[in-house]
Each structure stands twice: as C-alpha cells, then as structure tokens.
C-alpha cells in the first residue's frame, strides 16, 4: 500500500485594514522608529479596531479567502483546526464557530493553543488526520487578535505584535509531496518569561488583577530572545540533519515573524542565503499564530512544485518546533 502523504494544496489570507506605523507609537510610548526597526524589524502592524469583531471575524475572513481562490465546496471540508492564543471567548471554540460561519456543515472543529507554534503544531495535527486515511479536506488557520490582549503603555509588547489570520488546505498527495518531517519539542519552565498571569484558573479574573493589568501579555524580553535565538536555530539545523539536507536542498526558509534578529541568526545556522528566507515582519509585526501562513500567502506565487520549504517557529510556554514541507503546486496551474 503506498504511503498517503498530507500537502498544502491551498492558502487564503486576512488583514485588517487600519495600519499601527512606529510613527505612531512615538505618540503612544516612549520609544522611536529607528530603536524598534532596530531591534526588531518592525515598521507597521495591522489592527482589527473594531470593538464587537475578534479573532473568529480573522479566521472567517481567511478561510473565505481559500475557498473563493480554490474554488472549494465548504460542505467537502472534514476538519476545520483554528490555532490561536486570542479564542474568541473561554471554553467554547473559536474553531467550532469559524466552522459553522464558513460553511464547513459536514466538518467537525477545534482550538489548538500553543503560542506562537501554533501554526506549526497544527500542521503536524493537519497532517496526521489526512495521513491516517479517514479525512480527504482538513482546513487549518492560524488567527490571532493580538491587539485585544496588548497593553499600549508597555513599550515591551506593545511594539511587536499585530493582528492577523491565515489559512490553508492539507489534502492527500499522490506523489509524495506534503509534509516530510517534523521536530516537535516544549519546556514547561519557560512559561514564566512569557505568559498572561491572570484569567485562568490559577488566577480567576478580579477587579484586582483587572486593575493590575494581569491580563495583557508579559514578556521578559532577553529571556525570551535568548531561548528563541538558540532553539529556533538548532531545530531547523536539526531537521535538515536528519533528512540529509544541504543549504542547496531548501529553497526557503519559512520562520516565524517575532523579530529579525531571530529570523538572521536560524538562517545563519542553516546556511541559508537570504533570498531564501520569506519576511514580511516590517508590514505586519508578531501575529503569533498567523505568521507561517501568512508568510505562504504572500510568497505563494514564488513558490513551485517540488519546492523543499522548512518551517520553524518559537513561542510561549516554550514551545518551537521545525517541520520539512514539500510544496504540492505552482500558482499559475
């Protein structure tokens, strides 16, 4: 029996309009266009502005996007996965409303959270459902509201991330193309450096933490930086070890958007010549998990059948991970 590989046979794509430049956060924090392009690589970030839309309006948007530019019956789609760090509300899925608003009747759906691998944990989850042979369409998006969980006064956050959500169609290949390999790894002890202290059931939401801004994003930068830096890099170097890969074999690197220093230096392991590694880091900043999509979306007409992409990513919790992807179609066919 041959093997059933999973491929990406789609992308669709969503950014809200309104444009947050360094400019403007001049006026907002202490801070400046030159000391955050610096360190970062950031220009601009789109915001969702408005109040009644959260991450769901993302991911609808993204996924209608796909399946207006594949041409697909929504009913035909078995799986819809939303990852995410910004849900819609607690305990009742993002993924399962995303579902019902795009048409996806016959699907079943739910959340993956794992910061900013989302993405990449939910290819391998996408994967793993098409390779077993009972699902033909599984529909995995990436969304994230950022800005509702940012506070504008920490010049810490408040400068990366961004809000946005992308999507794509794993099906099964029958020539082998899809995802190759995957180098999955997590470390409890990191959780401290970056988290949302409160709102959880650690500590239950009060006017206390309310008032002590528990419930934005935290994040102890050069903990994070360094830990990034060190393990974005050797999964990637790891992933094309193991698959006898040499810098010749990739033709791009596609790693999570969180700063450009991090992105350089994964690269510089890898041995990867910079016009193989997709950014768009300046126009959109941090969308945690709609990044790795995202990036494909823009890229997508670069892209050709047979392209070897490695993808890598580093978020909260800790979480990273490499996953080696070989890409199912050229745009224009």
């Known amino acids: 029996m041959t093997e059933i590989t999973a491929a990406i046979t789609a992308v669709g794509a969503y950014l809200p309009d ?13 801070t400046n266009d030159e000391w955050i392009t610096t360190r970062t690589g950031i220009k601009e970030r789109r915001i969702l502005r408005d109040k009644d839309k959260g991450t769901s309006y993302l991911a609808i948007k993204a996924a209608e996007d796909l399946i207006q530019k594949k041409n697909l019956d929504p009913a035909e789609i078995d799986l ?17 409303y995303v579902a019902s608003e795009i048409g996806a009747v016959n699907a079943f759906a739910y959340d993956i959270q794992a910061a900013c691998s989302n993405f990449l944990y939910g290819m391998s989850t996408a994967a793993s459902y098409v390779a077993s042979g009972r699902y ?30 992308g999507a794509v169609l794993f099906e099964p290949s029958e020539e082998g193309y899809g995802l190759q390999d995957e180098y999955l790894r ?76 991090i ?4 690269a510089n392991r890898m041995g990867v010549d910079s016009s193989k590694v997709m950014m768009n880091i300046e126009k959109y900043g941090n969308t945690t998990s709609a990044t790795l999509p995202l990036l494909l979306n823009d890229y997508e007409k670069q892209l050709k059948k047979g392209d070897n992409l490695v993808f890598a990513a580093f978020g909260g919790g800790f979480t990273w ?13």
Not at 202 to 231: C, I, W
Not at 263 to 266: E, K, L, M, S, W
Request: aromatic share 8%; glycine share 6%.
């Open 18 to 30: 309104h444009r947050l430049t360094n400019a403007e956060l001049e006026t907002m924090v202490e």
């Open 80 to 96: 819809v996965l939303v990852g995410t760090a910004t849900p819609d509300m607690p305990v009742a899925s993002t993924a399962v």
């Open 136 to 165: 033909k369409k599984v529909l995995l998006i990436g969304a994230d509201k950022m800005s509702s969980i940012i506070d504008y006064t920490d010049r810490a956050t408040c400068i990366i991330f961004g809000d946005g959500a």
């Open 186 to 261: 997590s470390d409890g002890q990191g959780r401290q450096f970056l988290k949302i202290e409160a709102g959880g059931s650690l500590m239950p939401a009060s006017e206390e933490t309310v008032r002590n801004k528990k419930h934005y994003v935290y994040q102890d930068g050069k903990s994070v930086f360094k830990f990034a830096v060190s393990n974005m890099a050797d999964v990637a170097a790891k992933i094309m070890e193991r698959n006898n890969l040499s810098e010749e074999d990739v033709q791009w690197l596609v790693p999570h958007q969180a700063n450009k220093r």
């Open 263 to 266: 992105i350089d230096a994964t």
């Open 321 to 333: 991970g490499a996953v080696y992807l070989t890409w199912a179609y050229d745009t224009d066919a």
